[in-house]
Structure formats: C-alpha cells, structure tokens
C-alpha cells in the first residue's frame, strides 16, 4: 500500500484479527464509556448529530439492540470489516464502525474524505478511549483511515477483509466493486434509497397546537439536520384525504408549524442558491407535473403534485425544499413503490396498515416504517439488511 496516501486517523494495516461474540461484554463497555465522553465533548447545541450518537452507544440502548439478536452465544464475528463511509453524512463513520464491533469483528474505516469538525470530535474521543489498557483488544483490532480515489488502496483493503460494508451512491459502489474480495468475504451495500411520509388530514385537522409543534419538530429533526442528505429523509408528503374540509387546511396549518420550527436552521446563502437552482432545474426539465409551489422565505418550499409521476424518486429536495400529494387510500401508492424506496414515515395513520399495504403485496420497497422523528434512528436492522447477523459467523451445534 503506498502509505503516503493514506491518513492514518487511528491504529495501522497492521490490524489484530481476533474475533469475539456479538456484543460482548467489553465492546458493550466501551461503548457505553464513549457515549459519556462524547456527551461531554461538545456544547449543548453544538452538534445535534454526535449527541444522537451518544445517546445510540449508550449500554441501555445498546442492550435493548442485543435482545432482537438471535443466537449471539453461538456466534463469532467473521473476522476484519472493512468499512466505507458515505461523505455526506458526518456521523455514518462511527455508526459502522460500532456495527463491526458490536457483531464481534476487527475493522478498518474509511472515513469522509471532504473534512467535518465531527469526524475529528469522535475519532479523538475514540483514541482516548483506546489509551485505556483494558481496551487493547479493542484497539489492535481497530483502524480509521482517510484518502481519496484510490484503487490501489482500496484494492489492498478489500482484500484483507472478512466482510465490506459499503456505504455510498449507486455509482461510487460500481466503483469500489471493481476492488475483489475473498472468495467467502461478506460485502454489505447501503446503496441510494429514497423515503416518504404519509400524514392524514384529519389528523392535522384535529391535533392540538402543542401536538402540531411537536410534529414541526420532528420533521424538522428528520430533514433540515442533515439539510435532506440522508437515505431515510423524506422528501414527498402524501396526504390521506380522510375528513370533508370545513375550513381548516391541514396541509398549511402543518406547512406553517414547520416554517416557524425552521427558523433557527442555518440557510447559508449557498443552500438558498443551489435550493433555488434545484428548483429551476425541476421546473425546466418538466418531468414532474406541478400544480402549485408555496413559499415560506426561502426556508421552506412545499411543491404540489399535479399528478404523481411514475418514479416517485426522481422528486428530491434539499434545504427545506419538498413535494406534496393527496390520495384517497393506501393501496394507491403500490404502483409507486419500487426497490429504491427505503422509509415510510406516518402521522395519524395506521402503521398496521402501511405494513399490510407491503406484505400483501409483495412490495420490493419499503424496508422501515416509522413515525416522524425517527427518520434518522439508525438501528441494526437497516436497508432490509440483519446487519449483526450479516457480520457475524453463527455456529451450529448438534
């Protein structure tokens, strides 16, 4: 490997393989002391996003995480993970990572090319905890490194791992698939997805302010954080046509709940220009049929559907920019979901229903449904994908 182009945040290519069960003991403890340190890192307020991740590694969570898991006593990781991390997520990193350790495995982590203040806040919290003598088994068998694209490096790295796990766009992971593997390695791929929400009208008809702002928060929490740059954000709002209007507009009054929640994201003049430009991008190509756009500032667009167009994926806002349909029943968004579509979010609505909608019809899409504010709750069921089990080598007994 040539060594020079590759940053070496923390540990070598030197990597320890030693496997260990899923969620053992000591990896349950480290975590749980970085959840602390991590907390303590940052200003309240100050990275929304380290903070959430504290709050996942934290042994109470962490637990909960190991009771959906089958068989961890006869179970070994599979060995070295090799992990690539998307460049526009700050935080995906070290979510990975804690996947690949958590399933018992040795890893090596690609981080973010591009630079985020996030990336040295966790990687420096993680190096301190590596200082710790009890967690040496932890820390030869640990590695974060940082370079471009380079296929000799990634090439080397593939090979040495047990499993990959890629994270990334569609054309990012035809690249990096041309680097072999093991003949037995694993790989797992987080490719491009896209998510919705459903929110019944009468719902938002009937709902308290106080519940109408908590509904603003969470959406605001599942979109404008990570300006809509994550998989599971949802960009289209279909509205459940479920009362006779007296009145009240359902979708204004939410739409209004959302721009004053908004007021205090940071709209840097950039993300107004290229939101707009996006916007003009849309309207020029012409392959979305709008019927009208409503404009709060330029912190909110909410775009209205003349009619749905047949690749509901095609319709992606960022920096507060989304599109909005009714529909009279559930079952009319089946002919919409295809393999792409990863979260369904829902307020007001039957997720029993939304459930059955998938299951009866043998969707392809549709891994997750959720209520708003748990868009970005990243859990070890992902993509449709058993991540620990993936990673992890059961072992039969007779």
Known sequence: MRSDSVQWLLGTDNVVICPMKPYSDLAVEF????SSLLRKSVKPGEYPDIISLAFWCRKGNVLKLKERTLDVDSSLGKGLVFHITPSNVPVNFAFSFFFGLLSGNSNIVRVPSKDYPQTDIICGAIAKMLENEKYNKIKVGTAFVKYGHDQVITDRLSLMADARVIWGGDESIKNIRKSPLKSKATEIVFADRYSFGVISEAAVV??????IRSLAHSFYNDT?????N???TPHLILWLKDFKRDGIDPRKRFWQAVYEEAGHYDLEPIKAVDKFTDYCNMVMKGNVSISYTNKWDNLLYAIGLEEMTTDI????GRFGMFYEAGIEELNQLVPYINSKVQTAMYYGVDKEALKSMVLDNGLTGIDRIVPFGKALDIGVFWDGYDIIGQLSRRISFE
């Open 31 to 34: 975590l749980d002391e970085l």
């Open 206 to 211: 009937n709902a308290s302010d106080e519940e």
């Open 224 to 228: 404008y954080l990570m300006d809509q």
């Open 230 to 232: 994550a998989c599971s």
């Open 313 to 316: 994926t095609v319709m992606r």
